[in-house]
């Protein structure tokens, strides 16, 4: 087996996850690539976070596809699936191209990575030769000599690229960056730019906006509630209350189940502590906590009772959608029928 599965996550998804998931998922966020081709240049900014390279080295299509069958045993799962990041130009070419020999050989659909420094028609010949359905792009590809927490959505989104995957229909999956998340104030008016110059452009909010505990949420969805073209996505996320307030903002129509694989196959609990987040996991699996101030190991007792986060993120949905009384057919909606939705839709504007 790809990965261990225990008799408590068996009694998580068969007591709390079966009946509640529709029987037909899309993971809206996913990344697939092979650890052999990637090459990282000297001198590569680091302006992520480290844990989640500590989960899997790597997730090629298989092992996504093998993800899917243990985690929802009897359900039917699809993806929307992109590269990883890369400040190394070969490596992002290496793992698009692969992405689109993989979307062709799976039927599942895909986004192109993007770099910052191409030209806007070099973007669409990219994105129609490989057959992909728009674009992620990610702020480790931001100009190196910006500092990390100056980088805008525009040095990795140029408008260039926003105005060429506005003329075709297309989606832009966007991780926003800043300390702040999704309070920060120009964060928000970026996005709010964004979504009033590109009215056709497909913009997914990732994350709900990197609002990990509820103080990231700020007044971010009070200030972008004119934005009615603006689409979220829950993944990497175990936020009930930032997901209850989306909702209640947007409605059932405009959220989307994302996964972030393969980082969800993490074994973990998620707290708040002095005003961010801390990923209890169990000890010795995900080497040196220390290295990491978003980690912290547990006792060996205590990790009997941690499971997926991929279970976690849908039990906070769950706790969200309770809350607000959402029938099934709701709960359909964001699991699945957003995505099938959106993903045809754009198909249809791309390709005709």
Known sequence: MLFAKTDYDEKVYREQLENYLPDRMIDIHCHVWKDSQIHKPAGAVQRSVVWPSLVAKDNPVEDLQETYKIMFP??????????????????????????????????????????????????ETAILKGGFLGVKAYLDL??????????????????????????????????????????????????????????????????????????DMGNALEYLSDCKNLLFDFCANTCSYAMYETLKSVGDRRMLFGSDLPILRMRMRRIEE????????????????????????????EAERLTYFMYEEILAMKQATEKLGYSKEQVENLFFNNADNLINSVRKNIYK
Not at 199 to 204: A, M, R
Not at 286 to 297: A, I, K, M, V
């Open 74 to 123: 009897g359900k039917t799962v699809s993806a929307l699936m992109f590269a990883n990041p890369s400040q190394d130009l070969p490596s992002l070419k290496r793992m698009n191209d692969y992405v689109s020999e993989c979307s062709s050989r799976t039927g599942f659909p895909a986004l192109y990575f993007s770099h910052p420094t191409e030209s806007a028609e070099e973007l």
């Open 142 to 215: 931001a100009d190196p000599s910006i500092p990390t927490d100056q980088i805008r959505i525009f040095d990795f989104f140029p408008h260039a690229h926003l105005k060429k995957l506005d003329e075709m229909g297309a989606i832009a999956m966007c991780h926003i960056p800043r300390k702040l998340r999704f309070r920060d104030p120009v964060n928000l008016a970026d996005i709010k730019e964004i979504a009033s110059t590109y009215p056709n452009l497909k913009l997914i909010i990732a994350h709900i906006g990197r609002a990990y505990i509820p103080s």
């Open 274 to 301: 002095n005003g961010t987040y801390i990923n209890l996991v169990p000890p010795k699996i995900y080497g040196d906590p220390s290295q990491d101030p978003h980690l912290r190991e547990v006792s060996e007792k």
